[in-house]
């Protein structure tokens, strides 16, 4: 059974900065592709930023330019480096490993972005 654990969340004031980590319990490259989302009250949970096993990313629009995927392969973890949050920001944070078909979930961090 795969275990994500994620870390880093909290409270941050708008323009500020976080990082999320998550420890996947696997080799991250047995998976097509590791990725983080999130779901604020009342929405669905929605894509931020995936990083696929050959490297490349992707991220939602909404994102773009201000939050910022990475991996480090030897401990299996995958990061989400987050500036200049906004009070849209705040939300669960989940990460998701896929293999296939399949999904993986953490069970997430709360990030809130409030003055």
């Known amino acids: 059974q795969v275990q994500l654990v994620e870390s880093g969340g909290g409270l941050v004031q708008p323009g500020g900065s976080l990082t999320l980590s998550c420890a996947v319990s696997?080799?991250?490259?047995?998976?097509?592709?590791v990725g983080w989302y999130r779901q604020a009250p009342g929405s669905q949970r929605e894509l931020v930023a995936t990083?696929?096993?050959?490297?490349?990313?992707d991220y939602a629009d909404s994102v773009k330019g201000r939050f910022t995927i990475s991996r480090d392969n030897a401990d299996n973890t995958v990061y989400l480096q987050m500036n200049a949050l906004k009070p849209e920001d705040t939300a669960i944070y989940y990460c998701?490993?896929?293999?296939?078909?399949?999904?993986?979930w953490g069970p997430g961090t709360q990030v809130t972005v409030a003055s």
């Open positions: 990083i696929n096993v050959g490297g490349r990313t």
């Open positions: 998701k490993a896929r293999i296939l078909s399949r999904n993986n």
């Open positions: 696997e080799n991250i490259f047995n998976f097509n592709a």
